[in-house]
């Protein structure tokens, strides 16, 4: 029989998104528990030997990942002196999704103040937000975060997201003065994605 840490090792190199204990028992017949504990020695082995990776649990499930101190070596090989950030514009959309989902645009833009139609569309695009049904009352379509999210924010779930008043503040006062139906954006506005910040690739 193959053995189990190795054959871990190879199946993990390769994945695309955190794989679960679950698949990981399936694919190599293991029992889940057998499995799950060479998963923790593997993270823990890691840990001692101080390798340039780690091996943490996100999002539900297991991947690698290169270690914080090594954020500036990485970053300069893979990005070569470019920049692939989110916005400002985008990183505040991104937080009020995060923090009010399930959540229409409309909502979005009344807590931020402008128009994000266009913000919206790229945090789609790169994964981070989906639909996530329509709204009863007005049949807005509603967005929330994605698994994709919580992976790249190294969380395991929602509820480790920090607290909302440094992030968001005055959020609530917002929300309040939208729900009393007194309007806090210009929908003429222009679309901040590109008014604010232009250098998102």
């Known amino acids: 029989m193959t053995e189990l840490k190795p054959a871990l090792e190879a199946v993990l190199m390769v994945v695309d998104e955190p794989a679960t204990e679950e698949h990981l028992a399936k694919v190599l017949d293991r029992p889940r528990r057998e499995v799950a504990d060479a998963l923790r020695e593997l993270a823990d082995e890691y840990d001692v030997q101080r390798r340039g990776?780690?091996?943490?649990?996100?999002?539900?499930?297991?991947?690698?990942?290169?270690?914080?101190?090594?954020?500036?070596a990485v970053e300069g090989f893979v990005l070569d002196g470019q920049q692939a950030r989110l916005t400002q514009a985008a990183?505040?959309?991104?937080?009020v999704v995060?923090?009010?989902?399930?959540?229409?645009?409309?909502?979005?833009?009344?807590?931020?103040?402008?128009?994000?139609?266009?913000v919206m569309r790229t945090l789609l695009q790169r994964g981070l937000v989906e639909e996530a049904g329509t709204e009863p009352e007005t049949g807005a379509i509603l967005y929330r975060t994605t698994n994709h999210f919580l992976e790249r924010m190294g969380l395991r779930g929602l509820d480790e997201l920090p607290e909302l008043a440094p992030f968001l503040p005055e959020a609530d006062a917002i929300e309040a003065e939208t729900q009393e139906g007194v309007p806090s954006f210009d929908p003429d506005a222009p679309d901040s994605e590109h008014a604010d910040d232009k250098t998102e690739l």
Request: glycine share 8%; charged share 25%.
């Open 53 to 72: 990776f780690e091996l943490r649990l996100v999002a539900g499930g297991w991947r690698y990942y290169t270690r914080p101190e090594y954020a500036e």
């Open 91 to 95: 990183l505040e959309t991104l937080a």
């Open 98 to 118: 995060a923090y009010r989902q399930p959540v229409s645009r409309s909502r979005v833009s009344a807590v931020r103040g402008v128009n994000c139609d266009g």
